[in-house]
């Protein structure tokens, strides 16, 4: 199989980090030390979060339509229940910022969500799949 898991690491590093330069001076101007811990906190579960959802499609495309929906759909719904889990955990008993953290959740899962999306579509072009 084709799908190269660095090259899908690094497309998510250069968005990652092309997107950090360009909110660190207003985040570290006007965010409260809080706010940044909670942005970045947040920033790295919608991370970890999409290289797990790009394993969980890799192992998928194995597997026969059917199933690889289930696996899908079944790894969205889980990822996403643990993912509230853990807001929960941060913004209850850790006393995270809830709009850093919520803030970043939403902006990197977007853009990684894109770059998984196109990374795909790349592939889908080639036929390496």
């Given at each position: 199989m084709g799908?190269?898991?660095w090259k899908f690491v690094k497309y998510i590093s250069v968005v990652a980090l092309v997107t950090w330069a360009l909110i660190l001076y207003p985040l570290f101007k006007f965010g409260s030390d809080g706010f940044i811990t909670s942005f970045?906190?947040?920033s790295l579960?919608?991370?970890i979060n999409s290289i797990v959802g790009f394993l969980v499609?890799?192992?998928g495309m194995a597997k026969s339509d059917r199933e690889f929906f289930k696996l899908t759909i079944g790894s969205i719904g889980l990822r996403?229940?643990?993912i509230a889990g853990l807001i929960l955990i941060l913004l209850?008993?850790?006393n995270f910022e809830i709009y850093g953290l919520?803030?970043?959740l939403l902006l990197f899962y977007f853009l990684f969500l894109a770059v998984e999306i196109v990374?795909?579509?790349k592939l889908k072009t080639k036929r390496e799949f």
């Open positions: 799908i190269n898991i970045a906190v947040g579960i919608s991370l499609i890799k192992h996403l229940f643990l209850k008993f850790l919520v803030i970043s990374f795909f579509a």
